[in-house]
């Protein structure tokens, strides 16, 4: 059976999806940075940077990396076709997410950590560019991977149901909405998905006036 570590409107969702999907055996272990800190602690014990969603494998193996995990449950379940046959651009926009807006909204969320000073000046100055990184690496992912979100029979891949998540934070989605108004019809239809929607729906029951 496999562990997910992770919590309520976090990343977690992306992959409580995927194991839908893949059908197989899993259980949820609450865990966050704002919880309980003993359930930290046991993350730690898997996963020195405490990162939300891990994913801890039958076999015992720990994967951590939302990306990852994607790209392992695609491969390891094809007939989930979380990957298609082609999957090079699915794989490369998954890792583009990871990379340029994943990582910015942990800065955004977090930018004491990124800076060797407590002067809040600074950290909101920091913050304000790295909002302006996102919201530009999310028009550039529109431009680029509006078309390889959904299956040929319109279902939701890896890269679509990451995008709907992660597009839910730090006004991204509303950004999206007004300049790139096609690719936000994609995320609302992945968002529809029968599978999807009961899972975003617990994570966020507020949306879209969160």
């Not at 951590?64 to 390891?76: C, N, V």
């Not at 939701?156 to 730090?170: E, F």
């Not at 790139?180 to 029951?205: G, M, N, S, T």
Request: hydrophobic share 40%; aromatic share 8%; proline share 7%.
């Amino acid at each position: 059976m496999y562990t997910l570590y992770g919590t309520r409107n976090s990343g977690s969702c992306i992959i409580e999806v995927a194991l839908q999907r893949c059908g197989v055996q899993w259980r949820q272990v609450e865990a966050s940075p704002w919880g309980d800190p003993a359930s930290m602690e046991a993350l730690a014990q898997i996963n020195p940077l405490r990162q939300i969603p891990t994913l801890q494998r039958p076999d015992g193996s720990v994967l951590t990396e939302s990306a990852a995990i994607l790209i392992h449950l695609g491969l390891e379940y094809p007939e989930s076709d979380l990957l298609p046959h082609d999957s090079a651009q699915v794989i490369r926009g998954l890792v583009y997410i990871a990379a340029n807006c994943y990582s910015a909204i942990s800065i955004i969320d977090y930018p004491q950590r990124w800076l060797d000073s407590e002067d809040e000046q600074l950290q909101a100055c920091l913050t304000i560019g790295t909002r302006k990184h996102l919201h530009r690496a999310w028009q550039l992912f529109a431009d680029q991977f509006a078309g390889q979100l959904l299956s040929p029979q319109s279902v939701p891949n890896a890269l679509g149901i990451m995008a709907a998540a992660v597009s839910r934070w730090d006004g991204a989605r509303d950004l999206l909405v007004h300049s790139r108004p096609e690719c936000a019809k994609i995320l609302e239809q992945v968002d529809a998905d029968p599978l999807v929607a009961p899972v975003f729906a617990w994570h966020w029951p507020k949306w879209p006036q969160e």
